[in-house]
Protein backbone atom coordinates (compact mmCIF):
# COMPACT_ATOMS: atom_id res chain seq x y z
CA UNK A 1 0.00 0.00 0.00
CA UNK A 2 2.82 2.59 0.78
CA UNK A 3 4.65 1.91 -2.44
CA UNK A 4 1.36 2.85 -4.37
CA UNK A 5 1.15 6.05 -2.06
CA UNK A 6 5.06 6.78 -3.29
CA UNK A 7 3.91 6.12 -6.84
CA UNK A 8 0.63 8.56 -6.90
CA UNK A 9 1.88 11.15 -5.44
CA UNK A 10 1.48 14.04 -7.86
CA UNK A 11 4.36 15.95 -9.33
CA UNK A 12 2.55 17.68 -12.11
CA UNK A 13 4.43 20.74 -12.91
CA UNK A 14 1.46 22.84 -12.63
CA UNK A 15 0.84 22.26 -8.97
CA UNK A 16 3.74 23.88 -8.12
CA UNK A 17 2.03 27.25 -9.14
CA UNK A 18 0.38 29.09 -6.08
CA UNK A 19 -2.42 31.39 -8.03
CA UNK A 20 -0.44 32.28 -10.16
CA UNK A 21 -1.52 33.50 -13.93
CA UNK A 22 0.90 32.29 -16.11
CA UNK A 23 -0.54 35.04 -18.59
CA UNK A 24 0.91 37.73 -16.53
CA UNK A 25 4.68 36.31 -17.22
CA UNK A 26 4.33 36.20 -21.03
CA UNK A 27 7.80 35.97 -20.58
CA UNK A 28 7.99 32.60 -19.67
CA UNK A 29 8.60 30.18 -22.64
CA UNK A 30 6.67 27.16 -20.84
CA UNK A 31 3.76 27.99 -18.69
CA UNK A 32 3.12 24.19 -18.21
CA UNK A 33 6.78 23.86 -16.95
CA UNK A 34 6.50 26.92 -13.95
CA UNK A 35 9.21 27.22 -11.74
CA UNK A 36 8.95 24.93 -8.02
CA UNK A 37 7.93 26.84 -5.57
CA UNK A 38 9.15 26.52 -1.94
CA UNK A 39 5.84 25.97 -0.58
CA UNK A 40 5.31 23.08 -3.63
CA UNK A 41 8.85 21.53 -2.57
CA UNK A 42 8.36 21.82 1.27
CA UNK A 43 5.01 19.67 0.59
CA UNK A 44 6.25 17.10 -1.31
CA UNK A 45 9.34 16.33 0.67
CA UNK A 46 6.83 16.59 3.54
CA UNK A 47 4.54 13.67 1.91
CA UNK A 48 7.79 12.01 0.50
CA UNK A 49 9.04 11.35 4.31
CA UNK A 50 5.48 10.89 5.70
CA UNK A 51 4.77 7.92 2.45
CA UNK A 52 8.77 6.31 3.19
CA UNK A 53 8.19 6.00 7.32
CA UNK A 54 11.91 7.51 7.39
CA UNK A 55 13.93 5.22 4.17
CA UNK A 56 13.31 8.29 1.61
CA UNK A 57 16.68 6.85 -0.01
CA UNK A 58 15.16 3.46 -0.05
CA UNK A 59 12.38 4.20 -1.88
CA UNK A 60 13.94 6.14 -4.79
CA UNK A 61 13.40 3.09 -7.18
CA UNK A 62 9.91 3.37 -6.71
CA UNK A 63 9.83 7.54 -7.88
CA UNK A 64 8.88 8.92 -11.35
CA UNK A 65 11.10 10.73 -12.81
CA UNK A 66 9.88 14.21 -12.49
CA UNK A 67 9.55 13.58 -9.23
CA UNK A 68 13.12 12.53 -8.92
CA UNK A 69 14.49 16.11 -9.97
CA UNK A 70 11.58 17.85 -7.51
CA UNK A 71 12.74 16.25 -4.81
CA UNK A 72 16.54 16.99 -5.85
CA UNK A 73 14.93 20.70 -6.25
CA UNK A 74 13.73 19.90 -2.65
CA UNK A 75 16.23 18.67 -0.94
CA UNK A 76 19.45 21.37 -2.22
CA UNK A 77 17.19 24.56 -1.07
CA UNK A 78 18.91 25.57 2.08
CA UNK A 79 15.79 25.68 4.47
CA UNK A 80 16.34 23.10 6.39
CA UNK A 81 12.95 21.19 6.16
CA UNK A 82 14.05 17.61 5.43
CA UNK A 83 11.81 16.71 8.36
CA UNK A 84 14.37 14.12 10.54
CA UNK A 85 16.20 12.66 7.21
CA UNK A 86 19.81 13.86 6.76
CA UNK A 87 19.98 15.51 3.49
CA UNK A 88 23.85 14.59 2.96
CA UNK A 89 22.88 10.98 3.44
CA UNK A 90 19.51 11.46 0.35
CA UNK A 91 22.54 13.30 -2.00
CA UNK A 92 24.53 10.66 -3.01
CA UNK A 93 22.05 7.53 -3.36
CA UNK A 94 19.23 10.75 -5.72
CA UNK A 95 22.61 11.46 -7.20
CA UNK A 96 23.53 7.71 -8.48
CA UNK A 97 19.29 6.64 -9.35
CA UNK A 98 19.35 9.96 -11.02
CA UNK A 99 21.77 8.83 -13.20
CA UNK A 100 20.80 5.43 -13.51
CA UNK A 101 17.27 6.85 -15.12
CA UNK A 102 19.24 8.59 -17.51
CA UNK A 103 21.11 5.63 -19.07
CA UNK A 104 18.62 3.82 -18.68
CA UNK A 105 16.23 6.93 -21.05
CA UNK A 106 18.97 6.99 -23.34
CA UNK A 107 16.59 5.92 -26.12
CA UNK A 108 13.94 8.95 -25.18
CA UNK A 109 14.33 12.16 -27.07
CA UNK A 110 16.69 14.18 -24.90
CA UNK A 111 15.44 17.38 -26.62
CA UNK A 112 12.06 17.00 -26.73
CA UNK A 113 9.53 19.86 -25.68
CA UNK A 114 8.89 17.91 -21.95
CA UNK A 115 12.93 17.54 -21.37
CA UNK A 116 12.73 21.29 -22.74
CA UNK A 117 10.29 21.90 -20.33
CA UNK A 118 11.45 20.04 -17.33
CA UNK A 119 14.98 21.88 -17.35
CA UNK A 120 13.30 25.21 -17.64
CA UNK A 121 11.48 24.27 -14.25
CA UNK A 122 14.63 22.99 -12.75
CA UNK A 123 16.95 25.85 -13.82
CA UNK A 124 14.16 28.56 -12.93
CA UNK A 125 13.72 27.14 -9.62
CA UNK A 126 17.11 28.50 -9.05
CA UNK A 127 17.69 31.69 -11.05
CA UNK A 128 15.02 34.05 -12.73
CA UNK A 129 15.28 33.42 -16.45
CA UNK A 130 14.42 35.73 -18.78
CA UNK A 131 14.27 35.60 -22.95
CA UNK A 132 17.94 36.54 -24.19
CA UNK A 133 16.35 39.20 -27.02
CA UNK A 134 13.91 39.17 -30.03
CA UNK A 135 15.47 37.85 -32.62
CA UNK A 136 14.90 34.03 -33.50
CA UNK A 137 18.10 32.86 -32.48
CA UNK A 138 18.14 35.06 -29.05
CA UNK A 139 14.13 33.36 -28.39
CA UNK A 140 15.48 30.52 -28.49
CA UNK A 141 18.21 31.06 -25.30
CA UNK A 142 17.30 31.93 -22.11
CA UNK A 143 19.74 34.08 -19.31
CA UNK A 144 20.08 34.41 -16.06
CA UNK A 145 22.49 34.36 -13.21
CA UNK A 146 24.09 31.30 -12.31
CA UNK A 147 23.07 29.23 -9.52
CA UNK A 148 26.25 27.79 -8.94
CA UNK A 149 28.55 31.05 -9.12
CA UNK A 150 26.59 34.22 -9.23
CA UNK A 151 27.78 35.14 -12.33
CA UNK A 152 25.04 36.58 -15.35
CA UNK A 153 26.85 34.42 -17.73
CA UNK A 154 24.51 31.47 -17.36
CA UNK A 155 22.25 30.57 -20.60
CA UNK A 156 19.77 27.97 -20.97
CA UNK A 157 19.87 27.08 -24.72
CA UNK A 158 16.31 25.68 -25.38
CA UNK A 159 17.13 24.31 -28.74
CA UNK A 160 19.76 21.79 -27.64
CA UNK A 161 18.08 21.69 -24.15
CA UNK A 162 21.40 22.63 -22.41
CA UNK A 163 22.59 25.17 -19.99
CA UNK A 164 26.29 26.79 -19.50
CA UNK A 165 27.74 28.71 -17.34
CA UNK A 166 30.45 31.10 -19.07
CA UNK A 167 32.25 31.94 -15.98
CA UNK A 168 32.64 29.15 -13.73
CA UNK A 169 32.79 26.76 -16.95
CA UNK A 170 29.91 24.10 -16.09
CA UNK A 171 27.05 22.80 -18.45
CA UNK A 172 25.24 20.10 -19.27
CA UNK A 173 21.67 19.18 -19.67
CA UNK A 174 18.63 18.53 -16.81
CA UNK A 175 20.66 15.63 -15.47
CA UNK A 176 24.02 17.31 -14.93
CA UNK A 177 22.14 20.34 -13.40
CA UNK A 178 20.58 18.29 -10.68
CA UNK A 179 23.81 16.03 -10.00
CA UNK A 180 25.63 20.09 -9.63
CA UNK A 181 23.09 21.04 -7.51
CA UNK A 182 23.68 17.85 -5.25
CA UNK A 183 27.41 18.16 -5.80
CA UNK A 184 27.40 21.94 -4.89
CA UNK A 185 25.06 21.52 -2.04
CA UNK A 186 26.40 18.28 -0.21
CA UNK A 187 30.01 17.37 -1.90
CA UNK A 188 30.85 13.84 -1.74
CA UNK A 189 33.47 11.32 -3.05
CA UNK A 190 32.64 10.40 -7.16
Same mark, same amino acid.
Given at each position: ????????????????????????????????????????????????????????????????????????????????????????????????????????????????????????????? $? &?????? %??? @?????? !????? *? +?????????????????? $? &?????? %??? @?????? !????? *? +???
Amino acid at each position: MEDHLILTINVHPTDSLENANPAATPQYPYNHYPPYSRQYLRNLLERLCDVSGGDLAGRLPSLTEPALYALAAAVTLNDGFILGIRRDALAAPLRDELRWRACRAMGTDPTGPTRRGRLVQMVGT $F &TTLTVA %GVS @ESQRQK !LVGTC *P +FCGSTEFQLILSSVHWRC $F &TCGHDG %GLL @EFAERL !LETRF *P +FAS
